[in-house]
């Protein structure tokens, strides 16, 4: 009953994937009431069916699909915050001869999900006045974590000035939009897209950068 109630006050929903995400995010907020987070879990389908029914069962204003990712060499370094300014389903399409086709070029609706432009930009804007490094780009929606140079670089030449991929955006915001509720998704940056080395992630770098992009959500939602 407690979570109703604070689903039917709160403005804004916030979709992470895990627990360490939520924590994080709900850190930076600082308690504020006009957010409602949930953990919606890993991956398109997971992150598509739990915003749905959030949307279904509350009334908000916005859905910011927020968690951990890998940044694109060049683009986006680890410990930094890439606020999309497309959400992009890179993976989502066919393969020919002739290369990778999203589902744009096989007729079936689009593998980009606009974006609240002006809230996303003011919110890159607002970290970057915290003196936190905000990147506004495309992010990519992929259903496999690249493991090689080889699949990171096609997908730049697939979506050129992408900065960051992960694993959720374009389900959220296919629920979102299906719900008629604006989208936005903002990631902190864990690991370099390319040769799989887990090892190398800096996932509590990541947590910190989230944990900012909370704290900048309050200050312009
Ligand atoms: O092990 C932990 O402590 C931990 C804490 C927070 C998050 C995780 C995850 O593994 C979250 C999975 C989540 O991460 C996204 N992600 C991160 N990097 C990439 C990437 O290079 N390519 C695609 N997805 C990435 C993704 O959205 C997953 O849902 C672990």
């Known amino acids: 009953m407690e979570n109703v109630q604070r689903a039917e006050e709160a403005r804004c929903l916030i ?26 879990g890993v991956g398109q389908a997971a992150a598509a069916a739990s915003t749905a029914a959030a949307l279904a069962l509350g009334r908000y204003e916005r859905v910011i699909t927020m968690g951990i990712g890998g940044g694109f060499q060049g683009a986006a370094d680890i410990g930094t915050v890439v606020v999309a300014s497309e959400i992009v389903a890179a993976d989502l399409g066919a393969e ?44 990519l929606t992929v259903s496999t974590v690249t493991g090689t140079a080889d699949t990171a670089a096609a997908l730049v030449a697939r979506i050129p000035g992408a900065a960051a991929e992960a694993m959720e955006g374009y389900g959220v915001a296919a629920a979102a939009k299906l719900m008629k ?22 996932i509590k770098d990541a947590l910190q950068a989230l944990e900012a992009a909370g704290a900048a959500l309050t200050g312009v939602i």
């Open 15 to 40: 979709v992470t994937s895990v627990e360490a995400e939520l924590e994080a995010v709900k850190r930076g907020l600082g308690g504020s009431e006009r957010f409602h987070i949930l953990v919606g």
């Open 96 to 139: 020919s001869a002739d290369g990778f086709m999203l589902i744009d070029e096989l007729g079936f609706g689009s593998a980009r999900m606009t974006v609240d432009e002006s809230m996303s930009r003011r919110i890159a804007a607002a970290l970057t006045a915290r003196g936190i490094v905000a990147a506004y780009a495309p992010v």
């Open 181 to 202: 509720v604006p989208v936005l998704e903002i990631r902190g940056i864990s690991n370099a897209v390319g040769p799989r080395d887990r090892d190398a992630w800096r």
